[in-house]
Each structure stands twice: as structure tokens, then as C-alpha cells.
């Protein structure tokens, strides 16, 4: 039986000399490329080797690949970066919802396309070791984190509300001491009259030389939203739920604010962060009509929001898509965008060196139902699809086989689980 087994692997190994003559380990060919930050828009096959991309080609042989996948007529695009999710499974992001609605990334990153997300504040300086030690270190996902500025993150709306916990030195010094991984200060759900939690905030990210990004709470008078982004934010600072439906965004004839517009020309960067309850069609398709469109598109991922109106990653930038804006921009907006506005140009992007994170989209056309988060519905005639996401190198979904084999060329052996090679069945 070990000799049989021996022989059946010595079959499947591939040659040092033949892996001399192949130097991509994959290559993605006939796809259309959309890579915004390069300014590609065009057929392109994509080499990647060691977890990195290495050639971005108009024809690369299939003989030079230890595997090839075909997409032609399929969009390429970097992998895409959710900049607003909640993933602090187990413990995190209670918030205003009963029990724990944070989810376990790896299960619903890939299957949209997401390679890269930064959990929006459901850890605290308090609990950020455990977030962690739990999820960040043990997903495949790579995962940052925006720390809340309550020391024990989104743990539920009365503690949300204790400005003592609102520690700025313990924050700022959480940060420092895990640069890269936490990427920002973030701060929610406040429903005082004061500017106590966005101060705070303000003075750890300060400390920390990092951003913020604020969820606005309870909408109150004595706190303006247009005296946030017009006077309080910083460049680089993040406004996250910026279609929510209680921001005075247009006035008496539908137009959008001027402010608006002029705090994004002072650097305040406009995140969508749909979630369960913070974007209205009634909002966001006039002011994408009239030229205020997202710096970012997020999700807001958590279990009330992906079981709502906002579904997915693809799904929502399948709104934008729907709404007029181009695919480009979409993509931008997926990617790079926010990729530098958390300070990690390293990613969003199919530059030659850079991570081989890659997503390969489907625009499906026909006609398409999307809900927002009042229940309002528009209909749309085209929908992104995730048809493949690879993640450093590796296939982590798959939807429809397109980087497998077909079985009926199959050699009496089963794929390895990463599609690498074949493992011969025992008998």
C-alpha cells in the first residue's frame, strides 16, 4: 500500500526543471483589469508568485503558470478593503441591538470579494488584547482596527454612554503599542448634548497620530453635524454613515448643502458605512446625482445589516453602480480609497510587489431589486458578482469553479484543498 501510494505521488510531482521554466505560481488571463490607483482599464493577464504580483502583462503563456484561470469577460480588480465592518466576534459591537452582532470575518469577507477589513470601534483600549489574540491574529482576512474610545468598545448603549471610560492617554496608548494594526480612533452611539466622546477621540488619534472616524450618535441640536465635519474634524478625519437619514444633508429644494462640499475640500473624508440603519435611497441618490459620493464604500458588516437591506460588499457597490456612478469610480472607492485612508498603501492596488490580493468580479445584467435601510426599494439593471477572490496568492472562494479542473480530465486523484496539484485517493 506505501509503495503504491509512493508511486501514485511521485506521478503528481511537478519537476524542478519544469518549475524552473514556470516563474508564476498562478496567472489570471483575459480579464478586464480595473485597477483605479494605475489607471488600468484594459485586457490584462495577472502574474502572481510567492503571494506577490509580479507581472501585469498584455499576454502571459499559459505554459509559463503552474495554473491558469480564465476570465475573460470577468472583471479583475484588487482585492477590496471594507474600512467599516464588525468582527470582534464572541464579544464585541452590541451597541443598540440585543446581544452579540459582530461575525467571524473569514466567513463573509471572501465570498464578496473582500480581502482586507478595519473593525469600526467594537474593542476598546481595554479589550483590544483579547480582539486580537481571538480574531485578528486567526483570520485569513486581514483584519485592522479603528479602537473605540470606551475602554470596552461597542459593549452595549449604557456603557457606550460613560464618559469616564472615555480614557484618550489608555486609547492613544493602545495604538502605539500595535502600529498598523489599529488604524484609527473611533467613536458611536453618544447620545449626550456635549462633544465629549468626539474631543476625546480627537485628542487620542491626536496622541497616536492616527485618524478618527465617527458615527454621530443620536442626532442633537446642541451638537450640529455640519459644526463636526465644518470645525471639529481634521484632514484624514472619517465621517462615517454619511447617507444616514437625520444628517441635514439637502435643503428645501433637494440640493446638498454647501458645507458639505466644503469640508471635503478641507480633507474630511465621507465614508458610506450602510449598516442596518444608516442609508436612505432618499439621500444618497440625489446627492450621487449632484456630485457628493462617497470617499469610501463600506458596509457596516454585522449580522442585523447583512440579513438587511445592505447584504454585502458587491451588493452595495452594486447601488452606487445602479445610482450612475462608473465602475471605476466604484472600484476606486473599494480599494485604494480606502486603503489610503487608513494608511495602508500597501494594499488596494495590482502594482507589481504589492500583496497578490485580487478580486474577480461578474456584472451581471438584468433586473435587480437593492433596499435600503427603510425598507424603500430601487430597482437597478446590472449587479456585481463575486466570482473568485484570492487572498495573498491563494483561492479562498471560488464561486463556480473557474480556477478548478473539469473532472472528466481528471487524473485518479482528488485536488488538494488550495487547488494546488492533486492528492492521490487511497484505496
Known amino acids: ?21 514556470q516563474p508564476y ?58 474600512i467599516h465592518a464588525h468582527v470582534y466576534a464572541g464579544t464585541g459591537m ?55 474610545i470606551i475602554g470596552g468598545g461597542m459593549s452595549g448603549r449604557i456603557p457606550e454612554q460613560n464618559v469616564d471610560d472615555m480614557d484618550a492617554d489608555a486609547a492613544a ?32 488619534a491626536t496622541l497616536a497620530q492616527i485618524p478618527v472616524m465617527v458615527d454621530f450618535g443620536v442626532f442633537r441640536p446642541e451638537r450640529p453635524y455640519e459644526e463636526l465635519v465644518g470645525t471639529k ?5 472619517i465621517s462615517t454613515h454619511m447617507y444616514i437619514a437625520y444628517i441635514p444633508m439637502l435643503d428645501a429644494n433637494g440640493k446638498v448643502v454647501p458645507y458639505l462640499f466644503e469640508a471635503r475640500k478641507r480633507g474630511v473624508v465621507f465614508d458610506v458605512g450602510h449598516g442596518g440603519g444608516s442609508f436612505v435611497f432618499s439621500h444618497a441618490i440625489p446627492a450621487v446625482k449632484q456630485g457628493f459620493i ?29 445610482m450612475g456612478m462608473s465602475l471605476q469610480d466604484v472600484i476606486l472607492r473599494s ?30 445584467r438584468g433586473h435587480f431589486g437593492f433596499v435600503d435601510s427603510l425598507g424603500w426599494r430601487m430597482d437597478g439593471n446590472q449587479k ?16 463556480n469553479g473557474i480556477s478548478r479542473e473539469d473532472w472528466k480530465t481528471a487524473p485518479p486523484s482528488r485536488p488538494s484543498p488550495k487547488g494546488e496539484g492533486t492528492v492521490p485517493i487511497k484505496h
Open 1 to 21: 500500500m506505501r509503495l503504491r501510494a509512493a508511486i501514485l505521488c511521485a506521478a503528481f510531482v511537478v519537476p524542478s526543471a519544469a518549475l524552473a521554466q
Open 25 to 82: 505560481d498562478l496567472v489570471i488571463k483575459g480579464g478586464t483589469l480595473v485597477d483605479p490607483h494605475n489607471g488600468m482599464h484594459s485586457v490584462r493577464d495577472v502574474g502572481i508568485r510567492d503571494h506577490k504580483i509580479v507581472a501585469v502583462e498584455r499576454n502571459i503563456p499559459p505554459g509559463q503558470a503552474r495554473k491558469s484561470i480564465h476570465a475573460k469577460g470577468l472583471i479583475v480588480a484588487p482585492g477590496l478593503v471594507d
Open 94 to 148: 452590541r451597541g443598540a441591538y440585543d446581544g452579540d452582532n459582530s461575525v467571524y470575518p473569514d466567513g463573509f469577507t471572501f465570498r464578496s470579494c473582500v480581502t482586507t477589513v478595519a473593525d469600526a470601534g467594537s474593542s476598546g483600549w481595554h479589550n483590544f488584547p483579547d480582539f486580537k489574540d481571538r480574531i485578528i491574529d486567526r483570520a485569513k482576512t486581514r483584519v485592522f482596527a479603528f479602537l473605540n
Open 173 to 204: 496608548a493602545m495604538a502605539r503599542k500595535y502600529p498598523g494594526v489599529v488604524v484609527g480612533i473611533k467613536t458611536a452611539h453618544y447620545e449626550g448634548p456635549d462633544w465629549t466622546a468626539v474631543d476625546r477621540a480627537l485628542q487620542a
Open 233 to 237: 474634524l481634521r484632514p484624514g478625519d
Open 294 to 322: 462617497p470617499d469610501s464604500i463600506s458596509t457596516d458588516l454585522h449580522i442585523g445589516s447583512m440579513n438587511a437591506g445592505m447584504k454585502d460588499m458587491t451588493n452595495l457597490m452594486s447601488k452606487f453602480l445602479n
Open 335 to 364: 480599494t485604494w480609497s480606502p486603503a489610503h485612508e487608513i494608511r495602508h498603501e500597501e494594499i488596494g492596488h495590482l502594482t507589481v510587489g504589492a500583496p497578490a490580493d485580487v478580486a474577480v468580479l461578474r456584472v451581471a
Open 384 to 399: 456585481l458578482e463575486c466570482e473568485l477572490t484570492i487572498k495573498d496568492g491563494d483561492v479562498v472562494w471560488d464561486l
